[in-house]
């Protein structure tokens, strides 16, 4: 197998200067550069680059992946959206990491496995560039799928506690479920986490509560924002203040979940009882729809057996004209009526009629080979007496 890694970088709060991209351009002649994104795909070497200094330096967000079973995703955020306070009970040494620069906070989300499925990147930041949105508004919800993704990775002892669990754990949306899927997480090992984790309650903002968090405003608050936002024409900055309004418009409420946090021990428990129990539905599932396909299947057999009774001899003039076509496909139709005819006959108790009919028939034809393997493989040499 060839080697495959996959880099994306992309800007969000302000694009990349002519200098930037050019000092960029020093690190790989052939990644597409543009003030937005940068990226790569390598067959053959490495990135020569830092993704970490890259993304304290240039970049809001950072996607790798390699064909040895490398997932990493790094997002960076302004401090005064969220700090390194905020998420340290989810941090750990390895795979969800994250520090703090002067301006930004850092977090990095990884997912190693032995056993990787060939993928390419190119579709993997798109689906992923919202959970920087909900950590800029206060959710947590990524930080604890990191935590967990390193919990299944069996990186953690089992003695360990489950930090804070998010609300809306149970209720994913597009881009949280990226997430879990990028992660690598277990359904079920979610549908266990989630069990401590309360409703996610949010709600549509009007521009009539716009205005209303906007006439809260001192008259020098204001001043000073209006004045920031003609003076600095990057978007990042009217982008934050929407956030801001959406964060204490729409603060993600901790509700009503388990104060109790649960061991690792106890959420792999957990997903093992809720896998057992799936599988047992799935399989039973399964079952009744194999039943029921049977069942249909029968009924139909019967119908058609039931029409063909009285036709039995025509049936056998079909038997021989196809014979005579010495080609593979009518001695497959000769068959199927053969078929036709030994259950019609155990249906009437003539199977000693139609054994010895069905015997003249094979040392007419003992020299077609082909033939005599179709009436051997259907059983049509001694018939079968307990029926079809």
């Known amino acids: 197998m060839s080697e495959y890694q996959y880099f994306e970088f992309q800007t969000i709060d302000r694009p990349l200067t002519a200098d930037e991209m050019t000092e ?29 200094r890259w993304v304290e330096q240039y970049f809001d967000a950072f996607l790798h992946v390699a064909n040895w079973g490398t997932h990493w995703l790094m997002l960076r955020l302004p401090v005064e959206c969220m700090s390194l306070t905020d998420v340290n009970d989810y941090l750990l040494e390895d795979g969800m990491e994250g520090w703090q620069t002067a301006e930004h906070l850092v977090l990095s989300f990884r997912s190693e496995t032995e056993e990787p499925d060939w993928e390419e990147g190119s579709a993997w930041l798109s689906s992923l560039i919202g959970v920087r949105s909900g950590l800029m508004r206060g959710e947590r919800r990524s930080l ?69 968090w906007v006439a809260e405003r001192s008259d020098a608050e204001k001043d000073a924002l209006l004045t920031e936002l003609i003076l600095d024409d990057s978007a990042h900055r009217l982008a934050r203040l929407r956030q801001r309004i959406d964060r204490e418009l729409n603060p993600v409420d901790a509700g ?133």
């Open 24 to 52: 960029l351009r020093r690190w790989s002649s052939r990644a597409e550069i543009t003030p937005t994104r940068f990226w790569n795909e390598y067959q053959w070497g490495d990135f020569k680059g830092s993704p970490r």
């Open 144 to 212: 604890y799928l990191g935590w967990l993704a390193q919990l299944w990775a069996e990186q953690l002892d089992d003695a360990s506690t489950e930090p804070p669990v998010p609300p809306g754990l149970g209720e994913l949306d597009a881009t949280h479920r990226a997430l879990a899927e990028f992660l690598r997480i277990p359904d079920d090992l979610i549908v266990a986490a989630a069990e401590s984790s309360a409703p996610l309650q949010l709600r549509e903002i009007g521009s009539a509560e716009i205005a209303g």
């Open 256 to 388: 009503e979940a388990s104060n109790v946090p649960r061991t690792v021990a106890e959420l792999l428990d957990r997903a093992e009882t809720l896998t057992r129990e799936r599988q047992a539905r799935e399989a039973a599932a399964q079952a009744a729809e194999q039943a029921r396909r049977a069942t249909e299947a029968a009924a139909a057999r019967k119908r058609h057996l039931h029409s063909l009774r009285g036709h039995e001899e025509a049936l056998w003039r079909k038997v021989d004209d196809l014979i005579g076509h010495r080609q593979a496909w009518a001695y497959k139709e000769a068959v199927d009526h053969l078929k036709d005819l030994r259950d019609l006959a155990t249906a009437d108790g003539s199977l000693d009629a139609l054994t010895a009919r069905i015997q003249r028939l094979r040392e007419k034809h003992a020299r077609k080979s082909t033939l005599i393997s179709r009436f051997d493989e259907a059983g049509l040499g001694c018939v079968d007496r307990r029926g079809a």
